[in-house]
């Protein structure tokens, strides 16, 4: 026979002890989620019109497939022209002793897009007004560099890289690296001339790729953005439609939280990462890559993380934390701890910004991760530009 006090609630002292502690860790909960929200911004609103991240040399976004090389990419959503008091273009703010003179701002048609400054060092880009084109600025002449042991010469003329001669899809990849390779800001002989002198090979041995069947529906082929000489690499999944639009990663609603990311946590802009995919055309649909398409891509990986060498990576969901560490394991176990790519050089794995938005209950999970990030980041010299 059931007693009646079994039905009975618990007696007010034990009920007071289970609700302060249940108290407790929701007040808990909620300040780490509150922290996270005002960190990442990564509740789900909907995505403000977001400027491209594009640089106006040409055929800049030009990519390879359906929209032709060199055609002139597609912008995002369309974004009210936002004039720049400095409207130089494709160039990075000085990092290393190169007094040279300053490189000519490529000619950019009307209505195309470039860098912009704003307030706090960050950058975006813009849409140039259509009815003030700049004129484009003489070439000055070679001025003197500095060799790698600090001394000055003046080097020989170069030849021009095919891309300056007549534009190609491979201005893309210039053009997404944000400044031109033999400016001033890239001395001769140094390692982020190495670098880009790499990442330029590499696009080119991807060329107008059809070596697995997400070429059948791209546009663009994503080759990555950023800078050739970041400290830290960023890597995530395959390009989505404006990204597949654009030519370039990360510029959809997942960009607007990664650049979040950066800036509220890591305090770092794009100009001072790079970012890359593992694979290279949008899947359909969004869909993850399959394994052949990744095997695909891999080489040009590999080759695009060994030209860059950098301090850190970021991976950024389950395909390129799989695909860096080369295991089944899934993301809920990889991320949060330290592994190691290349023998070498650390690794932290993170949920994807496009999983966030739909699971923002995660969001305290990642912001953990990049505050890790941060100072490992910090620990081992990874250099701030802003
Ligand atoms: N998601 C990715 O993984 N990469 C992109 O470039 C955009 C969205």
Redesign the pocket.
């Known amino acids: 026979m059931t007693s009646p006090l079994q039905d009975s609630p618990p007696p007010p002292g034990d009920e007071a002890e289970v609700s302060s502690e249940e108290l407790l860790r929701l007040i808990m909960d909620l300040r780490a989620r509150v922290v996270a929200d005002a960190e990442l911004g990564l509740d789900a609103r909907p995505a403000a019109p977001k400027a491209a991240h594009r640089v106006d040399l040409p055929g800049a976004g030009g990519g390879v497939g359906p929209a032709g090389r060199g055609a002139p990419a597609r912008a995002g959503a369309p974004r009210p022209a936002a004039p720049s008091p400095r409207p130089a273009a494709a160039t990075l703010p000085p990092r290393t002793a190169s007094p040279a003179t300053p490189a000519a701002a490529p000619a950019a048609p009307a209505g195309s897009l470039f860098r912009a400054e704003e307030k706090g060092g960050w950058s975006r880009f813009a849409q140039r007004p259509a009815e003030a084109p700049p004129a484009p600025a003489p070439s000055p002449p070679p001025g003197p560099l500095f060799s790698p042991d600090g001394a000055a010469f003046t080097p020989a003329p170069r030849p021009s890289p095919p891309w300056r001669s007549h534009p190609s899809p491979h201005a893309m990849v210039t053009g997404a690296w944000g400044f031109s390779l033999g400016g001033p800001d890239v001395p001769v002989g140094s390692r982020v001339e190495a670098a880009a002198v790499e990442l330029r090979a590499v696009r080119e041995a991807i060329g107008d790729c059809a070596r697995c069947r997400l070429c059948e529906q791209r546009n663009h082929i ?1 080759f990555g953005m950023g800078n050739p000489d970041a400290d830290l690499v960023i890597v ?5 439609a ?2 597949d639009a654009q030519g370039l ?4 609603a ?2 607007e939280m990664l650049d979040r990311m950066l800036s509220n946590v890591l305090s770092l802009s794009r100009d001072e990462v790079y ?1 890359l ?1 593992v694979v290279k055309c949008r899947p359909p649909n969004n869909r993850t890559p399959e394994p052949e398409e990744i095997a695909a891509c891999r080489p040009f990986l590999d080759r695009q993380l060994a030209a860059l060498r950098p301090k850190v990576l970021l991976a ?2 389950r395909p ?1 934390a799989q695909t860096l560490l080369g295991t089944t394991q899934g993301i809920n176990a990889l991320r949060g701890t330290w592994k190691v790519w290349d023998g070498k050089v650390p690794l932290m794995s993170t949920y ?3 999983y966030l938005l739909r699971r923002p209950e995660d969001k305290v999970k990642t912001f953990e991760d990049l505050k890790l990030v941060r100072r490992r980041y910090d620990d081992l010299g990874g250099r701030r530009r802003a």
């Open positions: 994503v995530g999944e395959g390009p989505g404006n990204e990663p990360f510029v959809g997942s960009g970012i995919n950024m969901g390129a994807h910004p496009a």
